[in-house]
């Protein structure tokens, strides 16, 4: 793998929900506000998306992001080096959702795990909002959340 290709960290977890119903959820994402039925994992990050149909820009207060969606993923990047990947695939209690973060910095490329070094509950923070999400996902669809491990 490439440096662009390694995750950072990883973190993946369980929705007992078909890959159908947390696609319908996860992936839906079109021009308007941000919320519960638009871009739900980034719902609490609020702003406005423009674009489509699969590449949209998110306006957010403070921040400009890309968002991008395909049949099995929702990619979220911005800064100068964040690229977050929330991907679904089938699992046997349902749908396996994996969130990935990556470093896709073009320049001082060996910065970012030395300025990630500083904020040393990186990994944590990230795995503790991946938390938060599964909930809310479970929440909103009325079923059971499993997190996983994760690196």
Not at 1 to 21: F, H, Y
Not at 28 to 49: I, M, S
Not at 66 to 89: I, K, N, S
Request: proline share 9%; glycine share 14%.
């Amino acid at each position: 793998m490439t440096p662009a290709e390694t995750p950072l960290c990883e973190v993946r977890g369980v929705v007992e929900a078909p890959v159908d119903r947390v696609a319908g959820l996860i992936l839906r994402v079109r021009p308007g506000p941000v919320g519960r039925h638009n871009c739900f994992p980034l719902a609490e990050h609020g702003g406005t998306l423009t674009g489509g149909p699969d590449r949209f820009v998110l306006a957010a207060p403070g921040h400009t992001m890309t968002v991008e969606v395909g049949p099995d993923r929702l990619a979220v990047q911005g800064g100068w080096w964040y690229r977050g990947e929330y991907r679904l695939a089938p699992d046997p209690a349902g749908t396996l959702l994996v969130h990935q973060v990556r470093n896709v910095a073009e320049r001082l490329r060996w910065g970012v795990p030395l300025a990630n070094g500083f904020f040393r509950r990186f990994g944590p923070r990230t795995r503790e909002g991946f938390a938060v999400l599964l909930d809310r996902v479970g929440a909103e669809l009325g079923c059971p959340v499993r997190l996983l491990g994760g690196r």
